[in-house]
């Protein structure tokens, strides 16, 4: 009777697993006689054995595991879920998923299977894929099955999305899944320092594996190591040249110490463990509460505005383009607009965006860049050439030569750094300085400016205005000051600073064009 209820092929496969065992000096104790118990221990025997497990594959795993053999025996039809639930979710065969239960037995044994697929859910309700791509998280960190809280580790990847956005977090999961297993409150502190102080992006960020697992401490000595080395500088969207040679954050944390200090901050071992030492002393004697200062939560959102700034500034410059090419394709005309103006403006855009071709930064920045140095082309295209016969060439007539060489020799003379690149970006910022005064002159000249050209002249120097207040805010909330920014835009605001007036008190209070007083 026993025969028609169970195999006999499966019932000797219990036999030989059993007898192996004993060979081994353990011992397990089977109801051979009770029937009811050996159907219940052979079930999930059976269960594999009907998806395609070969008996043979069964004997040798749970020959070399015993707490495979345990699971199956003790507790199979949870076992078998919780083995189904890999083959469905992580596209394992069921040998593939035997080795891997067999490896992990002991924590998955602490869990059922329900909250297994509880688990998986977490990361494949965020985006990450089932299949492969779930394995792949899985085998990095397997202990995202039975460790920790499923709910506190939902909560986690949820709070952590105020860091990160949607596709930054899939890409996190994928190659730090143990992290969700971390406090935190502490991956918190560690990413506010590398993102507020070292200036690294949340999406660059994510492509590192391993700058969870170091401690605060090791993350601000590496940081600080790489700036007194000058391996590292903090990225100034102004001078995304300075970013690109700035290692990535994968090479900064995912590489050991002796990698560290050799390849990345190119010094010997031991210059990095004197440095070490040297800034334990400093940390001794530092009376300090906390390691750096932190970014109050409320303030978060007004630092991202203010990483933004910069861009919603030019828009100011913007405006001020769409003004101008609107007046001149409205009316077929260029009068009352410097042609000069217009080819410094060129110059100014073709020096600072000659990395367009070396250096992504965005896509954004790439298209802006594309847009300033296209309409000013637009703009003397339109002046020189379409719209000629309307152009004023009699009273725009202040020679640009004296306002170019200046500021290329102080560019020369007053610089951040003697390279090429750095160069053409402090004269572009010079020559901008000084780039309306064409028109100005020209203005002056004439004695009267049309309303929209009025529009266009204080819509560019609201741009140059704006950033003075940029400057000054990055000052207080940053310590941080560039000078030559800084002083360039004031020489423009000054210069700017009379048209200002008339624009007010004619143009906005009278409206009506602007005449120059006799």
Request: glycine share 4%; aromatic share 14%; with cysteine.
């Amino acid at each position: 009777m026993l025969e028609s209820d169970t195999s006999g092929d499966q019932l000797q496969l219990l036999r030989t697993i059993v007898d192996s065992h004993l060979t081994n000096g353990q011992t397990f104790f089977v109801p051979w006689s009770d029937k009811r118990a050996l159907q219940s221990i052979l079930l999930p025997f059976k269960e594999l054995a009907n998806q395609g497990v070969a008996l043979e594959f069964i004997i040798d795993a749970c020959s070399k595991s015993v707490d495979l053999f345990m699971a199956l025996t003790k507790n199979g039809r949870e076992t078998t879920k919780k083995l189904g639930i890999f083959v469905d979710c992580m596209e394992m065969t069921y040998e593939d998923a035997m080795r891997f239960y067999a490896k992990w037995a002991s924590g998955l044994e602490e869990v059922s299977a329900d909250c297994v697929q509880q688990r998986l859910s977490i990361f494949l309700g965020r985006g990450v894929r089932a299949g492969a791509q779930m394995r792949s998280v899985v085998m990095r960190c397997p202990e995202i099955l039975f460790m920790g809280v499923p709910q506190q580790m939902d909560m986690f990847w949820e709070n952590i999305l105020d860091f990160f956005t949607l596709n930054d977090l899939k890409k996190l999961m994928v190659n730090s899944p143990q992290i969700c297993l971390m406090s935190f409150e502490e991956i918190e502190e560690i990413y506010e320092y590398i993102y507020f102080h070292m200036g690294i992006e949340p999406g660059e960020l994510a492509e590192s594996k391993y700058w969870h697992t170091l401690e605060l401490d090791q993350v601000m000595s590496r940081h600080e190591f790489l700036l007194k080395t000058g391996k590292y500088t903090y990225p100034d969207p102004k001078k995304p040249q300075l970013k690109k040679e700035n290692p990535p954050a994968r090479r900064i944390f995912d590489v050991d110490e002796l990698e560290f200090a050799t390849k990345v901050g190119c010094v010997s071992h031991e210059e990095w463990v004197i440095f070490q030492d040297m800034r334990k002393q400093e940390e001794i004697l530092s009376e300090k509460e906390r390691p750096y200062e932190r970014i109050k939560p409320s303030l978060r959102k007004q630092f991202e505005r203010r990483k933004k700034e910069a861009a919603e500034i030019e828009m100011a410059h913007l405006v001020a383009i769409f003004i101008l090419l609107w007046k001149i394709w409205k009316t077929r005309s260029v009068a009352g607009i410097s042609g000069r103006s217009q080819v410094i403006f060129l110059l100014v855009f073709i020096c600072r965006y000659l990395d367009l071709f070396t250096n992504f930064v965005s896509v954004y920045n790439s298209v802006m860049k594309i847009f300033f140095i296209g309409s000013s082309i637009a703009t003397v295209f339109f002046i020189y050439f379409k719209f000629k016969a309307t152009y004023d060439r009699n009273h725009d007539t202040l020679r640009i030569e004296f306002l170019v060489l200046p500021c290329l020799c102080l560019a020369l003379l007053i610089n951040h750094e003697f390279s090429l690149f750095e160069i053409l970006w402090t004269f572009s910022i010079y020559l901008e300085s000084v780039a309306i005064m064409p028109q100005l002159f020209m203005l002056s000249k004439t004695g009267s400016a049309e309303t929209i050209t009025a529009h266009y002249l204080f819509a560019l120097g609201s741009y140059r205005g704006l950033y003075i207040l940029n400057w000054i805010y990055r000052y207080y909330l940053e310590d941080f000051l560039d000078i030559i920014a800084v002083v360039a835009g004031i020489v423009q605001t000054v210069l700017y600073a009379d048209f200002f007036y008339l624009y007010i008190t004619k143009v906005v209070q009278q409206r009506r064009n602007i005449q120059l007083p006799a």
